[in-house]
């Protein structure tokens, strides 16, 4: 039966990487909301930011079930920042019959910080693969980011 990945952790800590290693290694299908959002939008979607990243999420979860139809597992690279929005998921597969494991990416802070100067050089450099990671994002970021617990998590990526 085909399974659902959820990728969890802070951005710029290894998520999308990691989700495409899984890829390769298991063909499944990936769905990423930020390759989806900067194909669309680009760098700036403006003040509608987080209502379009809520109707691209909802696309995601409905595209999976049709990926999951065909017999193929799937890998979602959401962030999956906090608590209502991992429960969220995993309710939505479990009432399918589905099985969803939640794999976290945790870095130390140190790394976490060199990442993001690293991601925002690239970024200036013209890198549209990515978002750049400005004050603002990390405030949002520092202050919505719900670190899961031991019993949420499947598998640890440290």
């Not at 951005?11 to 063909?27: D, L």
């Not at 399918?96 to 970024?123: F, Q, S, T």
Request: glycine residues 6%; negative net charge.
């Amino acid at each position: 039966m085909p399974r659902v990945i959820l990728i969890c952790g802070k951005i710029c800590v290894g998520k999308s990487t990691y989700a495409e290693k899984i890829r390769r290694e298991s063909s499944a299908v990936l769905l990423s909301v930020d390759e989806i959002m900067l194909a669309v939008f680009g760098q700036y979607a403006g003040e509608k930011h987080d209502e379009y990243v809520r109707n691209v999420q909802q696309y995601i979860f409905d595209k999976s079930l049709e990926i999951l139809r065909v017999e193929a597992d799937v890998l979602l690279d959401c962030g999956f920042w906090t608590k209502g929005h991992r429960d969220y998921a995993k309710e939505f597969y479990r009432q399918r019959g589905i099985p969803c494991e939640l794999h976290c990416i945790d870095i130390d802070d140190g790394e976490w910080r060199r990442r993001i100067e690293k991601r925002n050089g690239a970024v200036a450099a013209g890198d549209k693969n990515a978002y750049f990671v400005d004050e603002n994002l990390l405030k949002k970021l520092e202050e919505g980011y719900e670190t899961p617990t031991e019993d949420e998590v499947d598998v640890w990526v440290r």
